[in-house]
């Protein structure tokens, strides 16, 4: 192919192509209200360490077991249920652990701080994944609590 056909090929694609940009509508004025209101956070998103949301769910408590197992390093004897979404919960100074057992069965609502999976202290024995120790899940410290039902 000749420069001539080339440029020629050039010019053609040029003027076949639509515009770089179109021009975007004039955004709405923002109200004062709008500004001081965050989104709500996707409950399908993955949470950010310390962030806090209120989950509505009802709570399950399965009593952890005694002996040294997968099950019991764990931990996840406090779970919030709802549909096909659940949520690992874990007791705090403002909610203790047996107030959360007593609403075992309960529709409740709380409010929780994210606390993401961590390795576990070097001292303590962990099982095994893979050639690491196994990290402790996540977990939502509730700091709130409240009957739905």
Known sequence: MNRTHLLSLVVILGACAAPASTPAPAPAPASDSDSKVAPAPDPAAAPEAGESRVL?????YTEP?????VEAF???????VEG????????SAAVPEE???????????VTATYVPPRDPDPRESAPMDGD????????????AVKVLE
């Open 56 to 60: 509505q769910g009802v709570l399950r």
């Open 65 to 69: 077991p005694q002996s040294k197992s």
């Open 74 to 80: 764990l931990n996840q004897s406090l779970v919030l």
């Open 84 to 91: 096909e979404a659940s949520w690992n919960l874990a007791a």
């Open 99 to 109: 107030q959360l057992r007593e609403l075992d069965g309960k529709r409740i609502e």
């Open 132 to 143: 690491k120790p196994m990290q402790r899940p996540a977990k939502w410290e509730v700091s």
